[in-house]
């Protein structure tokens, strides 16, 4: 396993200077800033990445404003309530990307938000207290509770609101098949756990967030170029 100052020193060498790679990383949320966020901003963030997932991020983007509209601003206690019969309406409304199955894990993850909410306080609280050393278990909570959240999508979501994680984008993937981190599947527990492992180590070497060295790892590796910090 290479150490953290020599994948650091790469990726500073790969952006031209520290300075500047610095400027591309970012920090997560901190315990106090996540417990902050409401149910209904966490079915938003699912919603908006279950529906990125195989269409243009910028499709989804421009209609987006339609989604707020549609779904009363994700309102989990208003969605809770809607009968099945009305779903199936606003599913096949232009405002939206008309996807019945997308659609349906809106109320199936409403329910997973309330019924965690309910045991933990808020769901915010439930993400906020999760331990990044044990992130991928996090992961596993969501792909098993959630609709559609497996994969990178819960991990993206995860990210897009400010829960640490470090993220499997294929330029994190590429670095970890080089240096023999994972050789199988890569969403096969083996590979989850030896990602984790592998980033567990780099943070006792740098004391940085997972986040952070997660894109330090991307930047490193791939093409030399300037990426949206939630996609490392």
Do not use: C
Not at 148 to 164: I, Q, V
Not at 209 to 215: A, D, F
């Amino acid at each position: 396993m290479e150490k953290f100052s020599d994948i650091y020193k790469r990726a500073v060498e790969r952006k031209g200077s520290e300075k500047m790679l610095k400027l591309l990383l970012a920090k997560p949320l901190s315990t106090k800033q996540l417990v902050t966020l409401s149910d209904d901003d966490w079915l938003e963030e699912f919603t908006r990445k279950v529906f990125q997932s195989g269409f243009y991020w910028s499709v989804i983007n421009s209609k987006w404003a339609g989604f707020r509209e549609v779904f009363w601003d994700f309102s989990v206690e208003k969605l809770l309530m809607m009968p099945p019969d009305m779903l199936e309406q606003k599913a096949s409304d232009e405002r939206i990307v008309r996807n019945y199955k997308k659609v349906k894990t809106i109320t199936d993850n409403a329910y997973m938000i309330h019924e965690v909410a309910e045991q933990h306080g808020s769901f915010s609280q439930f993400i906020a207290n999760w331990p990044s050393e044990d992130i991928i278990g996090l992961w596993a909570y969501l792909k098993k509770h959630g609709a559609r959240l497996g994969g990178n999508t819960g991990p993206y979501a995860l990210r897009a609101l400010g829960k640490d994680t470090f993220l499997l984008s294929r330029d994190v993937e590429s670095y970890l098949r080089a240096h023999k981190i994972i050789d199988g599947g890569l969403q096969t527990k083996k590979s989850l756990s030896a990602a984790q492992a592998f980033f567990n180590e780099l943070q006792q070497q740098s004391g940085l967030s997972m986040q952070e060295l997660s894109l330090i790892v991307a930047y490193g590796v791939g093409d030399n170029r300037v990426g949206i910090s939630q996609k490392q």
